[in-house]
């Protein structure tokens, strides 16, 4: 690959003729291959011309569309700093993003405009735009009047490409700047790995505010020139109804509980899959089992994060491990290591760290962030602790920093616990996950109170709610009278989940 690389640029390279259907909607609508490549030089013209600058963020706050894709290509293009956010976050939580990013231009969905709007213009943003669900609002309709004839712009292979938040154990959320070539080189270790051609049609039920929908579905079918099935949300019965019609389904393990939990699942149903994808949370065996009955396909299991995309994957073709996350990515190296960072061998469990063109360098404005992740040698600690087998397969045996995985979606502790921590009658507080049929793990809060403080369950759920988006909020709330500690007062998390996991 070059020094300089545009990822679009990587895209458009790969595109069939222009008649070619990239994705078809439920509602019958068609996008096709020529429309991207003039819509996104639209789209591109019009953000520059509105006065955005080569590296400044667009914060992206709108639902699932055609049009919302069509953006987030047309800011690769316009060599802009694609930052999506989920539309669940509240205020709060959209006021800290706004004024770390210091995006340029904001885009929100007309429903929440003035709300957003009046944030991102106290964070200095100077361009203001609307997107619905339908694809309608200022960014289309202003941008009609412009000329479809915007150059891909020439980038050095470093610069971002997009920003995304992950929380760490401050609390404060951190951006993690993923770059063209990050992006890029994933895409075609992955395009590659999974078997992606022209002939190929993914049903995308992913949302597109998340790595996993954004980056990787749309990374694998536009490198490969298949096309999509575009799915507004995950539905059971929607996507029962057009797996006949797709031949890859990438989904998050809640999508497969869901699936199984529907009679009219079955091998027939799944005869024109070619291989079912699993990632964002751990997939249970139990899970890979129970699909394996039903339909006769091994659900194929990859482990990645939003600092470095997809680190491993089961392969192909081979073997596929149920509760094992597979191999090293094509360009990732993978170790695990004690706690002074040495390698260790064989069936050790140790500390997983990465290494490899697809990883982030740095986090936004965090230098001292940074260099806390990365060893002297240039390794990424993911946190997450693990096993090399003889054969090069990683299992995963726990998470460092006590992160949720609740649906597809990470919740870190601190940032729940901030919240819950500030309100009256709250002495201190422990967010953990326990097991849940459905989301892998539900996000539970142990509270010790003060003495005499009544607890009003139904007003702290209201001032929670208005705080922290509703994947992050707890789904139970339960009174301890403290909060076990170990020698150094570390809250020790694994005991409360082992004495309320037992209930």
């Known amino acids: 690959m070059p020094n300089a690389v545009n990822l679009y640029a990587r895209f458009a390279a790969q595109f069939p003729p222009a008649a070619s259907p990239l994705l078809e909607t439920p509602d ?47 800011c690769l293009r316009a060599g802009l700093v694609f930052h999506p956010l989920n539309p669940g976050y509240t205020a709060a939580e959209l006021d800290y993003f706004l004024h770390d990013a210091e995006p340029a231009a904001v885009v929100a969905d007309p429903s929440r405009a003035d709300a957003v709007f009046d944030l991102a213009r106290r964070a200095g ?67 590659a790995a999974w078997g992606f051609t ?98 006769g396909q091994r659900i194929l299991e990859r482990y990645g994060m939003t600092e470095t995309s997809v680190i491993a994957s089961n392969p192909l073709h081979g073997e596929r491990r149920a509760g094992v996350v597979g191999l090293p990515l094509n360009g990732m190296a993978v170790r695990i290591v004690d706690a002074h960072d040495a ?59 006590d992160l949720i995985i609740t ?6 502790p601190s940032e729940v616990e901030t919240v819950l921590d500030a309100l009256p009658g709250v002495v201190e507080s422990a967010v953990i996950g326990l097991p849940h049929a459905d989301f892998g793990e539900q996000v539970v809060a142990v509270l010790v109170l003060k003495p005499g403080a009544d607890f009003d369950e139904a007003a702290m759920r209201l001032t929670v709610r208005q705080q922290i988006a509703a994947y992050k909020q707890p789904k139970q709330y339960l009174i301890a009278d403290a909060l076990p500690r170990n020698a150094m007062g570390k809250v020790q998390k694994n005991l409360l989940r082992e004495r309320y996991g037992a209930d």
């Open 28 to 74: 019958g609508m068609i996008l096709s291959y020529g429309e991207v490549e003039c819509e996104t030089a639209r789209l591109a013209r019009f953000l520059r011309e509105a006065g955005l600058a080569i590296g400044e963020r667009v914060s992206v706050q709108v639902e699932k569309s055609p049009q919302a894709m069509l953006l987030y290509l047309a």
């Open 125 to 191: 943003t100077r361009c203001c735009l609307t997107l619905d669900a339908a694809g309608q609002g200022s960014v289309w309709a202003d941008s009609r009047g412009v000329s479809a004839d915007w150059p891909v712009t020439a980038l050095d292979s470093d610069a971002l490409a997009a920003l995304l938040y992950s929380s760490g154990t401050t609390g404060k959320p951190k951006g993690i700047g993923l770059t063209h070539r990050n992006l890029a080189v994933n895409a075609d270790a992955l395009t």
């Open 198 to 295: 022209g002939s190929d049609v993914l049903l995308h039920a992913l949302p597109l505010f998340h790595v996993h929908g954004l980056f990787i579905a749309l990374g694998c079918v536009l490198l490969s020139g298949s096309r999509m099935l575009f799915q507004p949300r995950f539905d059971a019965e929607a996507v029962l109804a057009a797996l006949p019609l797709a031949s890859v389904m990438m989904g998050v393990p809640t999508f497969y509980t869901r699936l199984l939990a529907c009679p009219a699942l079955d091998a027939a149903r799944c005869r024109t899959i070619r291989v079912f994808t699993c990632g964002s949370a751990p997939l249970l065996a139990e899970t890979f089992r129970a699909f394996e009955a039903r339909t």
């Open 343 to 401: 390698a260790v061998g064989g069936d050790i469990t140790g500390h997983v760290q990465v290494r490899g063109e697809g990883v982030f360098k740095a986090y936004w404005r965090k230098p001292d962030k940074t260099r806390e992740d990365f060893t002297a040698d240039g390794w990424f600690r993911t946190g997450d602790d693990g096993q090399l087998d003889a054969a090069g397969y990683l299992t995963l045996v726990g998470r460092g920093k």
């Open 407 to 412: 649906g597809g979606l990470n919740v870190y």
